[in-house]
């Protein structure tokens, strides 16, 4: 992103002189976000806007390891670890105590994800600062679909309920996620700003690279939401290779079924994020056959790498998908997934407008640019 095109667009004076503080998802560290491919990913949005705070402060849950990544950072980020050898559990209660006098400079407070978010609660309480709640999926809805035990979902809504509540404003990344949150639990409309997860659209790009023939690929993870024994179901009778890119619970049950259906599946571990744009580029089309989605990182990243995106007609999906514009919506059953794959691997006319389409989406509504602009008048707004 160009820097100054940036600041042209937005007046920061008035956060020049204010620090923000991020709380990190329950038991998430640096060491976790690089373990897992994530960290050139989840640390580039506050790289830029360290050019717009006085400060930032991370408070995470990994040691004094953590520290060795301050060199990826300007001087106004500081890495805050967990204080001795702690449980998370007991730290995530006692941090504002243990950060008394870091947190009393602090403007504003932010959570990452929902998990954790009573450590910034109970920091507002404490120095009386403002509260942003941002929520990457809606946590409660998330395990409703799940059809998870009763006793998970009364604590998720207890401590949603609490940061709700208490918060200045809230960050949800879907308009189905508002919606929930203003009916669950009485929210007023107003408080909650929708912002999509961003895209580095400079990374995510379309690439000169050869395409392997017939070739479908999936980013995500391994377990039902993901509807992927239908996907391979579908692909029986089909002359196509699907790759599976990611972990999960179900990895060893499809690979048992995709042998038994004799489909050609090729699986591959977590691809780093840096290296995906490569993985994604090598395919012709990207499926997703969610039964549910929030906002699919997945999904975006894939059309913003100009790939022909099938995606099934549910929540979180077909409200980016527009159907044979930028994208193909199919059903989760079987016979419409396969029927979606021949119709589009058949159709080099309609290929070609979903890529252009969809890589036009991404640029338009979900670069790093749009986004940063929409969290900092969020800031702003406090």
Not at 129 to 137: F, S
Not at 225 to 235: T, V, W, Y
Request: aromatic share 12%; proline share 4%; glycine share 4%.
């Amino acid at each position: 992103m160009k820097t100054e095109k940036f600041q042209e667009k937005i007046k920061m004076k008035n956060l020049k002189q204010k620090t923000l503080a991020l709380f990190f998802t329950y038991r998430i560290s640096l060491k976790v976000w690089e373990k897992i491919g994530n960290l050139t990913r989840e640390i580039k949005p506050y790289k830029e806007l360290a050019n717009y705070f006085q400060g930032i402060y991370f408070f995470t849950y990994g040691d004094k390891e953590e520290l060795k990544y301050q060199e990826l950072f300007s001087k106004n980020i500081k890495i805050f670890p967990k204080k001795w050898n702690l449980s998370s559990s007991f730290y995530s209660l006692f941090l504002p105590f243990f950060y008394k006098n870091e947190l009393k400079k602090v403007d504003i407070l932010k959570t990452n994800q929902m998990s954790g978010s009573w450590v910034a609660v109970i920091a507002k309480w404490l120095y009386k600062k403002k509260l942003v709640v941002r929520c990457g999926y809606e946590w409660l809805s998330f395990l409703e679909n799940q059809k998870k035990p009763l006793w998970k979902r009364i604590i998720a809504k207890f401590i949603e309920k609490i940061a709700y509540k208490n918060a200045d404003k809230i960050i949800l990344t879907s308009e189905k996620d508002k919606k929930f949150v203003v009916k669950k639990f009485k929210i007023k409309p107003e408080k909650i700003e929708v912002i999509p997860n961003y895209i580095d659209t400079d990374l995510f790009k379309p690439l000169n690279l050869p395409k392997e023939k017939n070739s479908l690929i999936f980013v995500g993870r391994l377990e039902e939401q993901k509807n992927l024994f239908n996907l391979i179901e579908a692909i029986t009778t089909l002359p196509v290779k699907l790759v599976i890119v990611g972990r999960g619970s179900l990895k060893e049950k499809l690979k048992s079924f995709a042998k038994e259906k004799n489909a050609k599946v090729e699986f591959k571990e977590n691809v780093p994020n840096e290296k995906l744009p490569e993985e994604l580029n090598k395919s012709e089309i990207f499926i997703l056959p969610s039964f549910y989605e929030g906002c699919p990182k997945a999904l975006l990243e894939a059309m913003s790498c100009g790939l022909p995106c099938i995606g099934t007609n549910v929540e979180g999906i077909k409200d980016i998908i527009q159907h044979k514009e930028n994208g193909y919506l199919c059903e989760p059953d079987t016979k419409s997934i396969r029927k979606a794959i021949l119709e589009v691997l058949n159709n080099k006319n309609l290929q070609q407008k979903i890529s252009q389409n969809a890589r036009k989406t991404i640029l338009e509504k979900f670069s790093l640019e749009k986004i940063l602009e929409k969290e900092i008048k969020t800031y702003q707004s406090l």
